[in-house]
């Protein structure tokens, strides 16, 4: 089941629930090459801003064990244009990579939180804001296949 549930002064938000018998509530929009600002709720969220790179998509999940949903492709050189996400919270949350593994992977600190980028092309999948390098590992991704 698929619904429109506002159009948001040019954002286009998409409401998905993907099962209701887990009551898991999916948030995320039209895959244009729009800039989005996505707020997930109390339930476990996935929460994918769309392709396109250098499109920065900003991503709140809320409370729940939500997925930032990302990919390679869609990576971003400048992190000022990548896509944040403004409440990760290690070991709740996870990162879903839609086209890699998490060998295709690292982090660092930038700018007060920390980047994970692409290692063949140093391209940068999500902006971490406010969360320390040495927080994240391995079992905070996880490969998925949403989009
Ligand atoms: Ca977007
Ligand atoms: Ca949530
Ligand atoms: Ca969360």
């Not at 002064?9 to 729009?34: A, R």
């Not at 600002?37 to 709140?60: F, H, R």
């Not at 919270?89 to 994970?116: C, H, M, N, Q, Y």
């Amino acid at each position: 089941m698929r619904r429109c549930l506002s159009p948001l002064s040019g954002f286009d938000i998409m409401l998905y629930f993907i099962s209701i018998w887990n009551c898991h509530l999916c948030i995320y929009s039209h895959p244009s090459l729009g800039t989005d600002t996505l707020i997930g709720n109390e339930a476990n969220n996935k929460l994918y801003g769309g392709a396109g790179s250098g499109v920065k998509d900003t991503l709140t999940g809320g409370s729940g064990n939500d997925i930032f949903i990302c990919s390679i492709e869609s990576a971003a050189s400048d992190i000022s244009v990548a896509d944040w996400i403004l409440d990760f919270t290690p070991d709740s949350d996870k990162i879903g990579l839609e086209d890699g593994e998490v060998s295709d992977v690292a982090w660092s600190s930038a700018s007060g939180g920390t980047k994970i980028y692409d290692t063949q092309s140093d391209n940068i999948l999500f902006y971490l804001e406010g969360i320390d390098e040495s927080l994240l590992d391995a079992d905070d991704f996880v490969i998925t296949d949403f989009v």
